[in-house]
């Protein structure tokens, strides 16, 4: 079983940043993937960018350049750097990780872009 506890959500105006962090109870190099997943209201909840054990990275389109997923496996811990916040951008913010044939999420983090 793997633990996921994210952090570093909050509110801030279009053109801003934020980071995400998310700490898994594994290591990192033991889970084939990580990533993070977002929900905006009314919406359904869709990935926003993937990291490999190997260290390949894929971004949804609207993020590409924008935002960066990034990992120190010392602290077991994956980030997600976003700039250039847009309101479209909103919405809760998942971790999530794939190991032995299951996904695991984390609680979620809330991320607002309003001027």
């Known amino acids: 079983q793997v633990q996921l506890v994210e952090s570093g959500g909050g509110s801030v105006q279009p053109g801003g940043s934020l980071r995400l962090s998310c700490a898994s109870s594994l290591s990192i190099f033991e889970l084939p993937s990580m990533g993070w997943y977002r929900q905006a209201p009314g919406k359904q909840r869709e990935s926003v960018a993937v990291i490999t054990r190997s260290g390949s990275t894929t971004y949804e389109n609207s993020v590409q350049g924008r935002f960066t997923i990034s990992r120190d496996a010392a602290k077991s811990t994956v980030y997600l750097q976003m700039n250039s916040l847009q309101p479209e951008d909103t919405g809760v913010y998942y971790c999530?990780?794939?190991?032995?044939?299951?996904?695991?999420w984390g609680q979620g983090t809330q991320v607002t872009v309003s001027s």
């Open positions: 999530t990780a794939a190991y032995r044939a299951r996904q695991y």
